[in-house]
Nanobody, 115 residues
Framework: QVQLVESGGGLVQAGGSLRLSCAAS????????MGWYRQTPGKQRELVAQ???????NYADSAKGRFTISRDNSKNTMYLQMNSLKPEDTAIYYC?????????WGQGTQVTVSS
């Protein structure tokens, strides 16, 4: 079955950086819009950044200027470079693959930013 596997999360001090990866298997990766979402306890999952099959990107206001989403279709992998991290970035980060009415989620990776 389709698998999306996130990695790269961890504990970092405020102001630090992390690079998340999302490796996809068993999907036609290059045709999918890919997104990073995050969720904290008691809150709805929210979009952080998204990249289309043609490479167009959009970001949540909270991510603009600090995070960069990218993809490598030859590796079936999406990335999120997160710089200048803040404690409020602490969340579980999920990747999502979307095409028309089909979508898949990864299992998530924890990002914790200490002050």
């Amino acid at each position: 079955q389709v698998q999306l596997v996130e990695s790269g999360g961890g504990l970092v001090q405020a102001g630090g950086s992390l690079r998340l990866s999302c490796a996809a298997s068993r999907i036609a990766f290059s045709f999918y819009t890919m997104g990073w979402y995050r969720q904290t306890p008691g809150k709805q999952r929210e979009l952080v950044a998204q990249i289309t099959s043609t490479g167009s990107t959009n970001y949540a206001d909270s991510a603009k200027g600090r995070f960069t989403i990218s993809r490598d279709n030859s590796k079936n992998t999406m990335y999120l470079q997160m710089n200048s991290l803040k404690p409020e970035d602490t969340a579980i980060y999920y990747c999502r693959a979307i095409m028309a009415t089909t979508n898949y989620w990864g299992q998530g990776t924890q990002v914790t930013v200490s002050s």
